[in-house]
């Protein structure tokens, strides 16, 4: 079992339309939970991060934490074409230490 | 305010040769992190700097040695280069009592 799993895409939405992307851990303990969005041939870029268990909020962007059932997720409302790009969700473990441990990433793209 | 910068951002080598890359931290920030991004999956993370020395590694061999300068500055040496070690190397850095990451551009690698 991988460590964090995301489903590879691509997530194909139409534009205004909401991205729902998902992520999966296995280590219980982790207490740290990051979105990067990471277009082709560049750095991953933050968009989110969440640490509670609940809906966090940042203009169009959602995220999602469910510690019992070991998932995290990030919504996209209003989707843009600019939006297009891979989604990495990042975990970090109940360690003093800052190791992240990313997903593969889910590819979304959005069409006009 | 610079963010993270990384030198250089292409370098093309051959088999058995050694490199250095390099990163220079958001200003401020006192930890520095590197990861190995191959095509198609997520960051994997190499090990991480502060105070000079390496506080934690992850499953790389000792091919990967790495250092950080007094002014949070880093290196990333790779001896005896594989074709495997084909890849994006990012650095990131941030704070050591917080858990957000920066990345910097990234080096691509080329091993040929």
């Known amino acids: 079992q991988k460590e964090v799993e995301q489903n590879s895409g691509p997530l194909s939405v139409p534009e205004g339309a909401i991205a729902s992307l998902n992520c999966t851990y296995s280590?219980?303990?982790?207490?740290?939970f990051f979105w990067y969005r990471q277009y082709s041939g560049k750095s991953p870029e933050l968009i989110m991060s969440?640490?509670?268990?609940g809906d966090k909020e940042d203009g169009r962007f959602t995220a999602q934490l469910n510690k019992a059932s070991q998932y995290v997720s990030l919504l996209i409302r209003d989707s843009q074409p600019s939006d297009s790009a891979t989604y990495l969700c990042?975990?970090?473990?109940?360690?003093?230490?800052?190791?992240?441990?990313f997903g593969t990433g889910t590819r979304l793209l959005v069409s006009p | 305010d610079a963010g993270v910068t990384q030198s250089p951002t292409h370098l093309i080598k051959t088999r058995g040769q050694q490199v250095t890359l390099r990163c220079s931290p958001k200003?401020?920030?006192?930890?520095v992190s590197w990861y190995q991004q191959a095509l198609g999956q997520g960051p994997q993370f190499i090990f991480q700097?502060?105070?000079?020395?390496?506080?934690q590694r992850g499953n790389f061999p000792d091919r990967f040695s790495g250092h950080q300068f007094p002014n949070y500055s880093s290196e990333l040496n790779v001896n005896a280069l594989l074709l495997g070690d084909s890849a994006l190397y990012l650095c990131?850095?941030?704070?050591?009592?917080?858990?957000?990451?920066?990345f910097g551009a990234g080096t691509r690698l080329s091993v040929l």
């Open positions: 990131a850095s941030s704070y050591l009592t917080e858990y957000i990451q920066y």
């Open positions: 280590d219980r303990g982790s207490q740290s």
């Open positions: 969440i640490y509670s268990n």
């Open positions: 990042a975990v970090k473990g109940n360690t003093g230490f800052q190791k992240l441990v």
């Open positions: 200003s401020g920030h006192d930890t």
């Open positions: 700097y502060y105070e000079e020395e390496e506080r």
